[in-house]
């Protein structure tokens, strides 16, 4: 069956513009969950949704980051005003259930570069 | 073992041998934790996961055992093949919802 699918794959922006990331997790999935990984790092928690809503976004790291999931399926990451710090691979989970002991599944990611 | 910064740790170990990759994990109240494979360029893949109320599990030619005295986490890959080559994650899940907590990292690599 088809995986958790994020595009685009890479994107590359110019400093201060505005991206959208787009992650479709595997259909069914409630739980789905946005990380940031840097070169050499683990992935980093970014938000948790349960359905539409936000459960937990205390990981992302200021408000040029923002997240939706207005059907509680596809969901968009996307940054404001993008900063060269902000190059990294974001990498989209979905899971069946919530609860933090269900397995996630993560997707490609999708590698942006700011320059 | 662990690392700071941008310097996995690594393992290169021969072909038909088994791999033994460590994790220290720093939060006493982590009660459920997994092993991720990742490949480059691809997102991290599920191997194999433990609770914190065992202190060992077992799956095809992978065992995980948890020392909770001392915090310690290792994934052993038994008859290691070239496939294998990837850099794999430890994550604790620390009873405060949903996050993962994830560690730097090390690249294990096969040589045929």
């Known amino acids: 069956g088809a995986g958790v699918s994020q595009t685009p794959s890479n994107k590359v922006t110019e400093k201060g513009k505005y991206v959208e990331l787009r992650c479709d997790p595997i259909?069914?999935?409630?739980?789905l969950y946005w990380y940031r990984q840097s070169l050499g790092q683990g992935p980093e928690f970014l938000i948790y949704?349960?359905?539409?809503?936000?459960?937990?976004d205390s990981g992302l790291p200021n408000d040029r980051f923002f997240a939706v999931r207005p059907e509680g399926s596809v969901s968009t990451l996307k940054i404001q005003r993008t900063e060269r710090g902000d190059s990294a691979v974001y990498l989209c989970?979905?899971?069946?259930?919530?609860?933090?002991?269900?397995?996630?599944?993560f997707g490609p990611g999708t590698r942006l570069t700011v320059l | 073992g662990e690392s700071v910064g941008l310097h996995l740790p690594t393992l290169s170990v021969q072909e038909g041998d088994n791999s033994i990759i460590n994790c220290a994990y720093s939060?006493?109240?982590?009660?459920?934790f997994i092993w991720y494979k990742q490949e480059s360029g691809k997102g991290p893949q599920f191997i194999i996961d433990?609770?914190?109320?065992?202190d060992k599990r077992q799956g095809q030619r992978v065992t995980v055992l948890l020392n909770k005295t001392v915090k310690h986490l290792s994934l052993q890959i038994a008859a290691t093949q070239p496939g294998d080559s990837a850099v794999y994650f430890c994550?604790?899940?620390?009873?405060?919802?949903?996050?993962?907590?994830f560690g730097t990292g090390t690249s294990l690599t096969v040589i045929p």
């Open positions: 989970a979905s899971s069946s259930d919530s609860g933090g002991t269900d397995t996630q599944y």
């Open positions: 259909s069914g999935h409630t739980a």
């Open positions: 949704f349960q359905g539409t809503g936000a459960a937990d």
């Open positions: 939060n006493s109240a982590s009660d459920y």
């Open positions: 433990i609770r914190s109320n065992m």
């Open positions: 994550a604790e899940n620390r009873d405060t919802g949903n996050q993962f907590y």
